[in-house]
T-cell receptor, first 114, second 111 residues
Framework: NAGVTQTPKFQVLKTGQSMTLQCAQD?????MSWYRQDPGMGLRLIHY???????DQGEVPNGYNVSRSTTEDFPLRLLSAAPSQTSVYFC?????????????FGPGTRLTVT | KQEVTQIPAALSVPEGENLVLNCSFT??????LQWFRQDPGKGLTSLLL?????REQTSGRLNASLDKSSGRSTLYIAASQPGDSATYLC??????????FGKGTHLIIQP
């Protein structure tokens, strides 16, 4: 299993540009989520999904859109990038009941918005 | 809203020492608690998962405890090694809706 994969690893955007961060998992996990990590702020939840077609907002959802059309994929869209969205983005997946919601993380995408 | 605090924020100890990292949280209605390790510029590696009904978990030189009544967890590292140098993150799970993280303890083990 590849686990949780994220693309791209690095990205530089200009203010106002749009892009999609890709996340995929091959473990048939029901639950997926996106986090951002900023110095001094720790990791914060952006959006999460409890299954295909079902998404909800986390702590810091503004400026981001998500959709979940398949169990495997959970892309994060930035519609109009802002310098405040410069961060490292992590995708995670988990399952229940035997997994007890243990979270598995991808390697991250480092995004810079100029 | 769940608040997670990790103390100390940074710690430097000589190789071979046993050490304890602390994590406190405000809401005891949790599904689980997970400890992660993060190396500079890298992703998160899961170290230990403690379910809400459990009191502790062990993996090699690592032991994590959970006391929901006091809102505390500790990560015990025995016989520390330079390779243990990393940032250690504590995270509380509310179920399917993701984790709430502490800001981490930056650990340096001096050779």
């Amino acid at each position: 299993n590849a686990g949780v994969t994220q693309t791209p690893k690095f990205q530089v955007l200009k203010t106002g540009q749009s892009m999609t961060l890709q996340c995929a998992q091959d473990m048939n996990h029901e639950y997926m989520s996106w986090y951002r990590q900023d110095p001094g702020m720790g990791l914060r939840l952006i959006h999460y999904s409890v299954g295909a077609g079902i998404t909800d907002q986390g702590e810091v959802p503004n400026g981001y859109n998500v959709s979940r059309s398949t169990t495997e994929d959970f892309p994060l869209r930035l519609l109009s990038a802002a310098p405040s969205q410069t961060s490292v983005y992590f995708c995670a997946s988990s399952y229940y009941p035997t997994g007890g919601y243990e979270q598995y993380f991808g390697p991250g995408t480092r995004l810079t918005v100029t | 809203k769940q608040e997670v605090t990790q103390i100390p924020a940074a710690l430097s100890v000589p190789e071979g020492e046993n050490l304890v990292l602390n994590c406190s949280f405000t809401d005891s209605a949790i599904y689980n608690l997970q400890w992660f390790r993060q190396d500079p510029g890298k992703g998160l590696t899961s170290l230990l998962l403690i379910q809400s009904s459990q009191r502790e978990q062990t993996s090699g030189r690592l032991n994590a405890s959970l006391d929901k009544s006091s809102g505390r967890s500790t990560l015990y590292i025995a016989a520390s090694q330079p390779g243990d140098s990393a940032t250690y993150l504590c995270a509380l799970g509310g179920g399917a809706d993701g984790l709430t993280f502490g800001k981490g303890t930056h650990l340096i083990i001096q050779p």
